[in-house]
């Protein structure tokens, strides 16, 4: 298991920029795949972006791809959702969630940042 802390949400204004860290701790987190989910309200929790053990290889989904970039830096423990040209769609909870690299699901999660974008 590792504990996941997330950091840097915020009200920003449609069009603005805002970036949110995860701070890991707990076991050797260059093991685990990291990812950003968001839940927004009365909507299901949804993907965001994933980011492989060494940084190597991304994903994001449709919707923001484009705008939004993932990151980690293993040295620091921490994963970054690097989040631009922001939409009030973009208003939810984001969470930040790791796996081990031998578990398909992510099975760990931070307690959540919110995030709210003003039109």
């Known amino acids: 298991q590792v504990e996941l802390v997330e950091s840097g949400g915020g009200l920003v204004q449609a069009g603005g920029s805002l970036r949110l860290s995860c701070a890991a701790s707990?076991?050797?987190?260059?093991?685990?795949?990291m990812g950003w989910f968001r839940q927004a309200p009365g909507k299901e929790r949804e993907f965001v972006a994933a980011?492989?053990?060494?940084?190597?290889?991304?994903y994001i989904v449709d919707s923001v791809k484009g705008r939004f970039t993932i990151s980690r830096d293993n040295h620091k423990n921490t994963v970054y959702l690097q989040m631009n040209n922001l939409k009030p769609e973009d208003t939810a909870v984001y969470y930040c969630?790791?796996?081990?690299?031998?578990?398909?699901?992510?099975?760990?999660w931070g307690q959540g940042t919110q995030v709210t974008v003003s039109s």
């Open positions: 969630a790791a796996r081990h690299r031998t578990i398909l699901d992510f099975n760990n």
């Open positions: 980011v492989t053990l060494s940084g190597g290889n991304t």
């Open positions: 707990g076991r050797t987190t260059s093991d685990y795949v």
